[in-house]
């Protein structure tokens, strides 16, 4: 059967559903604008650099920790109770938010990067799931499945904050994202794959997983093709989590969106992106994710020039509704294309490479947005270099010998 179990697959999409409200309103929309303007003030650029700073510490936490935590989690039998730990450690930091003050620039600096690492952390851990709900023909599109769901989750979580945002509730609106991530990822808790019984002690597991971790990498920088795919993955995925963390802060100063116009135009984005998803889903197994990898980052290379060009906040609408299309597609199409590369038994040291790559990119992206941004005085030439970014990691992918359909058409 193609998809092993229909409950499991369900209790996944929604942990993506629940996450993606802290992806939404604490990463991307509300507390980006209302840290770096409310807490720390932006006049002279110092939210900005706080933010950067914050988002690049948490991802090179997780960096140099995911390797090692997915070989912990592989010998020591405990994938599930580590998703739960990083979970736990995330919502319960992001209802400490409630209690941040203006002017408490390092404890919300503090707050924001365990947060970041909570949730960041325990995608290696999720990711790694998906092999084992779905055999490969499905893979593309239960991966897609997911990020569609995840979007639902940031449309509903977006609207819930509206009438707390406009009434200037923002601490609320914090507790409201900490309820929503509980609630919803319990299910993943209950019915995801169980945790090994006879799994190995903990200091055991680590010794066991550091080395085992270290022969993946030597296994993986071994294979031509696999190298090529996450140097290109680290490229690409620099610019987009860049324009995930940085997209609100240039919209709210470069454009002079408003708090609500921003909850509007992520909204429009959710929506694209959620389309996008799930119009693309079949196309991953049957064209290859390697095609539409290629095709979402020509459309992104494309959406980060003319940003730069933007000056007209109804343009940029149009725009930001564009590059949602691309958004999950990118996303569910890389991760599809590199389970391709995955031995049997080893997907969550493999994801754990996979994550420590994806995130050494966002350790970088927002270091170099900062700096080019106030360099110039101006948002506007950082957010063009990230075109190039989109446009090199283009450039490589089309090196890469594999990323082919999962399922033939004749079939």
């Given at each position: 059967?193609?998809?092993?179990?229909?409950?499991?697959?369900?209790?996944?999409?929604?942990?993506?559903?629940?996450n993606?409200?802290?992806?939404?309103?604490?990463?991307?929309?509300?507390f980006?604008?209302?840290?770096?303007?409310?807490?720390?003030?932006?006049?002279?650029?110092?939210?900005?650099?706080?933010?950067?700073?914050?988002?690049?510490?948490s991802?090179?936490?997780?960096?140099?920790t995911?390797?090692?935590?997915?070989?912990?989690?592989?010998?020591?039998g405990?994938?599930?109770?580590?998703?739960?730990?990083y979970?736990?450690l995330?919502?319960?930091?992001?209802?400490?938010?409630?209690?941040?003050?203006?002017?408490?620039?390092f404890?919300?600096?503090?707050?924001?990067?365990?947060?970041?690492?909570?949730?960041?952390?325990?995608?290696?851990?999720y990711?790694?799931?998906?092999?084992?709900?779905?055999?490969?023909?499905?893979?593309?599109?239960?991966?897609?499945?997911?990020?569609?769901?995840g979007?639902?989750?940031?449309?509903?979580?977006?609207?819930?904050?509206?009438?707390?945002?406009?009434?200037g509730?923002?601490g609320?609106?914090?507790?409201?994202?900490?309820?929503?991530?509980?609630?919803?990822?319990l299910?993943?808790?209950?019915?995801?794959?169980?945790?090994?019984?006879d799994?190995?002690?903990i200091?055991?597991?680590?010794?066991?997983?550091?080395?085992?971790?270290?022969?993946?990498?030597?296994?993986?920088?071994a294979?031509?093709?696999?190298?090529?795919?996450?140097?290109?993955?680290l490229?690409?995925?620099?610019?987009v989590?860049?324009?995930?963390?940085?997209?609100?802060?240039?919209a709210?100063?470069?454009?002079g969106?408003s708090?609500?116009?921003?909850?509007g135009?992520?909204?429009?984005?959710?929506?694209?992106?959620l389309?996008?998803?799930?119009?693309?889903?079949?196309?991953?197994?049957?064209a290859g994710?390697?095609?539409?990898?290629?095709v979402?980052?020509?459309?992104?290379t494309?959406?980060?020039?003319a940003?730069f060009?933007?000056?007209?906040?109804?343009t940029?609408?149009?725009?930001?509704?564009?590059?949602?299309?691309?958004?999950g597609?990118?996303?569910?199409?890389?991760?599809a294309f590199f389970a391709?590369f995955?031995p049997?038994?080893?997907e969550s040291?493999?994801?754990?490479?996979?994550?420590?790559?994806g995130?050494?990119?966002?350790?970088?992206?927002?270091?170099v947005?900062?700096y080019?941004?106030?360099t110039?005085g101006?948002?506007?030439?950082?957010?063009?270099?990230?075109?190039l970014?989109f446009?090199?990691?283009?450039?490589?992918?089309q090196?890469?010998?594999?990323g082919?359909?999962?399922?033939?058409?004749?079939?």
């Amino acid at each position: 059967m193609p998809i092993k179990n229909k409950k499991q697959v369900i209790s996944w999409c929604l942990f993506d559903f629940a996450n993606s409200s802290y992806s939404a309103v604490i990463a991307a929309v509300i507390f980006p604008v209302y840290y770096t303007t409310q807490i720390v003030g932006n006049e002279n650029g110092m939210g900005d650099l706080w933010w950067g700073r914050a988002i690049s510490l948490s991802m090179a936490v997780i960096a140099f920790t995911s390797p090692f935590m997915g070989g912990i989690a592989d010998f020591g039998g405990i994938r599930k109770r580590l998703l739960f730990a990083y979970t736990t450690l995330c919502v319960s930091m992001v209802a400490c938010l409630s209690f941040l003050k203006e002017g408490a620039v390092f404890q919300g600096f503090l707050l924001i990067t365990l947060a970041n690492i909570g949730m960041e952390g325990g995608l290696v851990f999720y990711n790694s799931f998906l092999p084992d709900m779905a055999e490969k023909e499905y893979q593309g599109r239960v991966s897609a499945w997911g990020f569609g769901v995840g979007y639902a989750g940031s449309i509903l979580s977006l609207i819930m904050a509206i009438p707390l945002v406009k009434g200037g509730y923002f601490g609320e609106t914090w507790i409201m994202v900490s309820v929503f991530f509980a609630i919803f990822s319990l299910p993943a808790f209950l019915f995801l794959p169980k945790d090994g019984r006879d799994g190995l002690k903990i200091i055991h597991a680590a010794s066991k997983g550091f080395g085992y971790t270290w022969n993946t990498f030597k296994e993986i920088w071994a294979r031509k093709e696999s190298r090529k795919f996450l140097l290109a993955y680290l490229i690409y995925e620099d610019g987009v989590n860049t324009v995930i963390v940085f997209s609100s802060i240039f919209a709210a100063t470069t454009l002079g969106f408003s708090p609500g116009e921003l909850i509007g135009l992520y909204l429009v984005v959710q929506v694209t992106a959620l389309i996008g998803a799930f119009i693309m889903a079949r196309p991953i197994d049957y064209a290859g994710p390697k095609k539409v990898v290629s095709v979402s980052l020509l459309l992104w290379t494309a959406v980060s020039i003319a940003a730069f060009f933007i000056a007209a906040k109804g343009t940029f609408w149009f725009l930001a509704s564009i590059a949602g299309l691309g958004l999950g597609t990118v996303q569910a199409a890389t991760r599809a294309f590199f389970a391709q590369f995955i031995p049997p038994d080893h997907e969550s040291e493999y994801f754990g490479v996979y994550s420590m790559v994806g995130k050494s990119s966002a350790v970088m992206g927002p270091l170099v947005f900062g700096y080019i941004s106030s360099t110039f005085g101006s948002q506007r030439p950082a957010i063009l270099s990230v075109a190039l970014f989109f446009l090199a990691g283009l450039i490589i992918i089309q090196s890469v010998k594999g990323g082919e359909p999962n399922i033939k058409v004749s079939s």
